[in-house]
């Protein structure tokens, strides 16, 4: 059970990656945004990058604080209940 939820994830990941990468990729190609230059998605690619690694920065650093919150609280529990 563990082990599909870990590819599920990793699978989530991969393609939120492709898609992050993939969708600006196809408007610069396919030219769907008309009366753009170079210099506006030199703008456009940096302000796109800081955020997917703010997103990413920001949701590991809540999983990591959130695993160690869960593994806190069942040593919590599994002492009240030996203590009983």
């Not at 590819?7 to 769907?32: G, K, T």
């Not at 690694?53 to 999983?63: D, E, N, Q, T, V």
Request: glycine share 4%; aromatic share 12%; net charge positive.
């Amino acid at each position: 059970m563990r082990t599909i939820i870990k590819i599920a994830a990793y699978l989530m990941l991969f393609f939120l990656v492709v898609l992050a990468i993939a969708v600006p990729v196809l408007c610069e190609m396919l030219h769907l945004i008309p009366g753009t230059s170079s210099s506006d998605w030199l703008g456009f690619w940096a302000q796109y990058a800081g955020t997917w690694i703010a997103l990413i920065g920001s949701s590991s650093f809540a999983m990591l604080i959130a695993v160690h919150e869960i593994k806190a609280n069942r040593v919590t529990e599994l002492r009240m209940y030996k203590i009983q």
